[in-house]
């Protein structure tokens, strides 16, 4: 660095402590950034001019210290090992440090590892505030809070080449226990585009974090929660370890988050029944008998959220005797979580959306519900029309299933089916994935660039899921690439033509976020040229039918499996607040743990058992192979004869039909509505109890 160059930057830093104007072209530098160097003059005492060799800690205390954080460095290595493979090629390395600034691990590409080293970025180095001055590292340690510092926003001359990102790691008492950061020490980029990094550096921040959270507490039952279902036990949900009275002990960031506390200290102390509408007792008698996943809701904003509670694995912890090698083994559970749920998310971020193997097409979305059939009647008629659709609907109703099956039934069926899920992915990194980016666009780029998601599209369908968590500005990009029919990748200055059919999804009154001007008007416009209404399970005339299909669909390909009368009425009363996902979940939960095949009462969460607890319970088992007629005649016999009749009639049908609704309706020249109507006062099961027999 020219030495010019070190005095100016030197000269400025002092300026800005000491409240003097900016001469020049200087830059005005955020408030965390000037907070910092007046810390670093005033507090640490240093000289920004000054060149003072990197301090790199002895090898004794560098041993001593990793020892230390043993669970830690091994936590964190597969997900920095994923988040290296993300940004290998554009110069980055991955540093993890512990609180006090000392890196411990590194991923660094080993054609650069000199020119890390000679910038002092080398294992053991200190990199506190007040040994290097305002950095990624030890001002996301100062702050308590992730930073970028870049360039010229180091405080010291000797580091204005670096453009360091760093994120805290917080053990579950909260208190900052490591750094995660991604530096460079040559990055061209403008600081605003140190954004991309920041989001993948906190993403990754928080996976270890949780992954801590989980192995630390894991001899403590660790009550997990998400308001969707499917999240539950990933690493996004909210945790938190309760005592053997309940009480809570412990809270991670996100479950501070999705409850809406102000910090952990608002949770923690707190018995749990104070915090949802249940209590740790019969949660925790409930999942000794199984593991399931509970509806409840919190009490201070009535939110609706999905629990699983996990007991003590005392089991698995090792007495001090046993080798390394073991208490890798001992380790094991979280890592693989990691690095599964890494993959979870990632392609989520990344891939292009497969059609699966079974999608289902609008055939078999119809079903007998009146608005049903008025939306494939739609949807069909538009299939092939480049007409824009808006899918609305409760959560979990099958925006996601009905938008894939449109994209089946149009002539773009042979090109990609994209989705975005815009409330999943972060605000910071929607821009790139939607639209894409040119190789080196930014520090944390691919090198070989992106295509994005809307590219990916061209020539098939792009679904826009939640769409009114699109940020206003992108909202903006987003209109005008539907109405050039081009998209500009990030970095890039020429447009590429591109052809795509947009359906939308919203659970959210976009009509309503328009007049809180948060959703676009014209954009609302440009989108629902047809707007299709998805009934909540609740509301659909057919639940009945669509409940049997999805049993069939959980159990296909896998051994017989019926259900208890009972237990489908409990199925058919229950309100469904997660719809047809949540009935999936609760299928899947159930035929797993369910005996001899057969889904009883007691298979079901408690709420749904609730749901149904005034219904008589006295259940016909269907069971494959056994006959209908013998399974429940006897029990007839001791009621009026022309019940009895009546029922024998019906089971016979029944039996003719091998268990066929339609089929025995018309026989008997009744609706299903009424067979199924019959059925239920008779005390008949319906639970399908094969395939081939619904
Ligand atoms: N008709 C159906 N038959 C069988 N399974 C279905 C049906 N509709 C939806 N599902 C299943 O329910 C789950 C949720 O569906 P989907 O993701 O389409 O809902 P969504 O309304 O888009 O949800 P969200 O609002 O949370 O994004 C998926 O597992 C899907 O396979």
Same mark, same amino acid.
Request: one cysteine or more; proline letters at 4%; aromatic letters at 4%.
């Given at each position: 660095m020219a030495e010019a160059t070190a005095v100016a930057h030197a000269e400025g830093v002092l300026r800005t402590v000491h409240g003097l104007p900016r001469v020049g072209r200087e830059v005005q530098h955020e408030a965390p950034i000037t907070n910092s160097w007046t810390r670093c003059v005033n507090d640490h005492r240093l000289d920004p001019s000054k060149l003072y060799a990197p301090t790199v800690i002895g090898s004794l205390d560098l041993k001593d210290r990793q020892t230390q954080h043993e669970d830690l460095v091994q936590i964190a290595a597969a997900e920095m090992d994923s988040l290296y493979d993300q940004i290998s090629g554009s110069g980055y390395a991955l540093l993890m440090t512990d609180a006090s600034g000392v890196i411990l691990c590194e991923r660094v590409d080993p054609t650069l590892r000199k020119m890390f080293r000679s910038a002092g970025l080398?294992?053991?180095?200190?990199?506190?505030?007040?040994?290097?001055?305002?950095?990624?590292?030890?001002?996301?340690?100062?702050?308590?809070?992730?930073?970028?510092?870049?360039r010229a926003d180091h405080f010291r001359a000797r580091h204005i080449g670096l453009s360091c990102t760093g994120a805290p790691i917080r053990d579950p008492g909260g208190s900052l226990v490591a750094v995660l950061d991604a530096s460079s020490v040559s990055s061209h980029d403008t600081r605003a585009s140190q954004m991309h990094?920041?989001?993948?550096?906190?993403?990754?921040?928080?996976?270890?974090?949780?992954?801590?959270?989980l192995r630390r507490q894991q001899n403590h039952t660790i009550l997990r929660f998400h308001s969707r279902p499917e999240l539950v036990n990933l690493l996004h949900d909210g945790a938190l370890t309760l005592s053997g009275d309940g009480t809570v002990i412990a809270a991670d960031d996100t479950a501070v988050r999705l409850?809406?506390?102000?910090?952990?200290?608002?949770?923690?102390?707190?018995?749990? @029944? &104070?915090? !949802? $509408?249940?209590?740790? %007792?019969? *949660?925790?008698?409930?999942? =000794?008998?199984?593991?399931?996943?509970?509806?409840?809701?919190?009490?201070?904003?009535?939110?609706?959220?999905?629990?699983?509670?996990?007991?003590?694995?005392?089991?698995?912890?090792?007495?001090? @005797? &046993?080798? !390394? $090698?073991?208490?890798? %083994?001992? *380790?094991?559970?979280?890592? =693989?979580?990691?690095a599964s749920e890494s993959?979870?998310?990632?392609?989520?971020?990344?891939?292009?959306?497969?059609?699966?193997?079974?999608?289902?097409?609008?055939?078999?979305?119809?079903?007998?519900?009146?608005?049903?059939?008025?939306?494939?009647?739609?949807?069909?008629?538009?299939?092939?029309?480049?007409?824009?659709?808006?899918?609305?609907?409760?959560?979990?109703?099958?925006?996601?299933?009905?938008?894939?099956?449109?994209?089946?039934?149009?002539?773009?069926?042979p090109q990609n089916f994209v989705a975005v899920n815009c409330a999943a992915i972060p605000e910071t990194l929607i821009e790139s994935e939607?639209?894409?980016?040119?190789?080196?666009?930014?520090?944390?780029?691919?090198?070989?660039?992106?295509?994005?998601?809307?590219?990916?599209?061209?020539?098939?369908?792009?679904?826009?899921?939640?769409?009114?968590?699109?940020?206003?500005?992108?909202?903006?990009?987003?209109?005008?690439?539907?109405?050039?029919?081009?998209?500009?990748?990030?970095?890039?200055?020429?447009?590429?033509?591109v052809d795509i059919r947009v359906i939308c999804a919203s659970h959210r009154n976009l009509r309503e976020m328009i007049a809180k001007g948060q959703f676009r008007e014209d954009l609302y416009y440009r989108l629902n040229g047809i707007t299709l209404e998805l009934p909540s399970l609740a509301q659909r005339s057919d639940r009945d039918r669509l409940i049997r299909e999805v049993f069939s669909i959980e159990t296909a390909g896998g051994r017989p499996a019926a259900m208890e009368a009972e237990a489908f009425q409990c199925l058919m009363d229950y309100n469904w607040p997660g719809n047809v996902r949540e009935l999936r979940n609760v299928i899947r939960t159930a035929l797993a743990i369910c005996e001899g095949g057969?889904?009883?009462?007691?298979?079901?969460?408690?709420?749904?058992?609730?749901?149904?607890?005034?219904?008589?319970?006295?259940p016909v088992l269907a069971v494959p192979g056994a006959s209908a007629t013998t399974a429940a005649v006897a029990e007839a016999a001791s009621s009026n004869p022309l019940e009895a009749a009546e029922k024998e009639a019906l089971l016979s049908a029944i039996d003719a039909n091998r268990w066929n609704m339609s089929l025995t309706a018309q026989q008997l020249g009744m609706s299903r509505n009424t067979l199924y109507r019959k059925l239920k006062r008779?005390?008949?099961?319906?639970?399908?109890?094969?395939?081939d027999q619904i």
């Amino acid at each position: 660095m020219a030495e010019a160059t070190a005095v100016a930057h030197a000269e400025g830093v002092l300026r800005t402590v000491h409240g003097l104007p900016r001469v020049g072209r200087e830059v005005q530098h955020e408030a965390p950034i000037t907070n910092s160097w007046t810390r670093c003059v005033n507090d640490h005492r240093l000289d920004p001019s000054k060149l003072y060799a990197p301090t790199v800690i002895g090898s004794l205390d560098l041993k001593d210290r990793q020892t230390q954080h043993e669970d830690l460095v091994q936590i964190a290595a597969a997900e920095m090992d994923s988040l290296y493979d993300q940004i290998s090629g554009s110069g980055y390395a991955l540093l993890m440090t512990d609180a006090s600034g000392v890196i411990l691990c590194e991923r660094v590409d080993p054609t650069l590892r000199k020119m890390f080293r000679s910038a002092g970025l080398l294992i053991g180095a200190d990199w506190s505030e007040n040994r290097e001055g305002t950095n990624g590292i030890g001002t996301c340690i100062a702050e308590n809070r992730p930073v970028t510092v870049h360039r010229a926003d180091h405080f010291r001359a000797r580091h204005i080449g670096l453009s360091c990102t760093g994120a805290p790691i917080r053990d579950p008492g909260g208190s900052l226990v490591a750094v995660l950061d991604a530096s460079s020490v040559s990055s061209h980029d403008t600081r605003a585009s140190q954004m991309h990094t920041m989001a993948l550096v906190n993403l990754s921040a928080n996976l270890i974090e949780k992954c801590l959270f989980l192995r630390r507490q894991q001899n403590h039952t660790i009550l997990r929660f998400h308001s969707r279902p499917e999240l539950v036990n990933l690493l996004h949900d909210g945790a938190l370890t309760l005592s053997g009275d309940g009480t809570v002990i412990a809270a991670d960031d996100t479950a501070v988050r999705l409850l809406g506390a102000s910090n952990r200290l608002d949770l923690v102390g707190r018995p749990l @029944s &104070e915090i !949802f $509408d249940v209590r740790a %007792e019969d *949660l925790m008698a409930g999942s =000794r008998t199984h593991q399931a996943i509970w509806p409840v809701r919190d009490l201070r904003r009535g939110r609706r959220y999905f629990v699983s509670l996990h007991e003590p694995q005392r089991g698995r912890f090792l007495d001090a @005797s &046993e080798s !390394f $090698d073991r208490s890798f %083994e001992h *380790l094991r559970e979280p890592q =693989r979580q990691a690095a599964s749920e890494s993959n979870l998310v990632r392609p989520m971020l990344q891939s292009v959306a497969q059609p699966p193997k079974n999608a289902l097409t609008l055939d078999d979305l119809a079903g007998e519900d009146p608005q049903m059939l008025r939306n494939v009647r739609s949807a069909r008629r538009i299939a092939d029309s480049m007409v824009s659709v808006l899918i609305q609907g409760p959560t979990g109703s099958g925006k996601e299933v009905f938008a894939r099956a449109l994209h089946l039934a149009s002539s773009r069926a042979p090109q990609n089916f994209v989705a975005v899920n815009c409330a999943a992915i972060p605000e910071t990194l929607i821009e790139s994935e939607l639209f894409g980016y040119k190789a080196g666009a930014f520090t944390g780029a691919r090198k070989d660039g992106m295509r994005g998601k809307v590219l990916q599209a061209s020539g098939g369908t792009l679904f826009l899921d939640e769409i009114g968590d699109m940020p206003l500005l992108l909202q903006t990009r987003l209109l005008r690439v539907l109405e050039e029919h081009e998209v500009v990748p990030l970095g890039s200055e020429t447009p590429i033509k591109v052809d795509i059919r947009v359906i939308c999804a919203s659970h959210r009154n976009l009509r309503e976020m328009i007049a809180k001007g948060q959703f676009r008007e014209d954009l609302y416009y440009r989108l629902n040229g047809i707007t299709l209404e998805l009934p909540s399970l609740a509301q659909r005339s057919d639940r009945d039918r669509l409940i049997r299909e999805v049993f069939s669909i959980e159990t296909a390909g896998g051994r017989p499996a019926a259900m208890e009368a009972e237990a489908f009425q409990c199925l058919m009363d229950y309100n469904w607040p997660g719809n047809v996902r949540e009935l999936r979940n609760v299928i899947r939960t159930a035929l797993a743990i369910c005996e001899g095949g057969v889904i009883t009462r007691l298979d079901l969460p408690r709420e749904l058992r609730e749901a149904a607890a005034e219904a008589e319970a006295a259940p016909v088992l269907a069971v494959p192979g056994a006959s209908a007629t013998t399974a429940a005649v006897a029990e007839a016999a001791s009621s009026n004869p022309l019940e009895a009749a009546e029922k024998e009639a019906l089971l016979s049908a029944i039996d003719a039909n091998r268990w066929n609704m339609s089929l025995t309706a018309q026989q008997l020249g009744m609706s299903r509505n009424t067979l199924y109507r019959k059925l239920k006062r008779h005390r008949i099961a319906v639970g399908p109890a094969r395939r081939d027999q619904i």
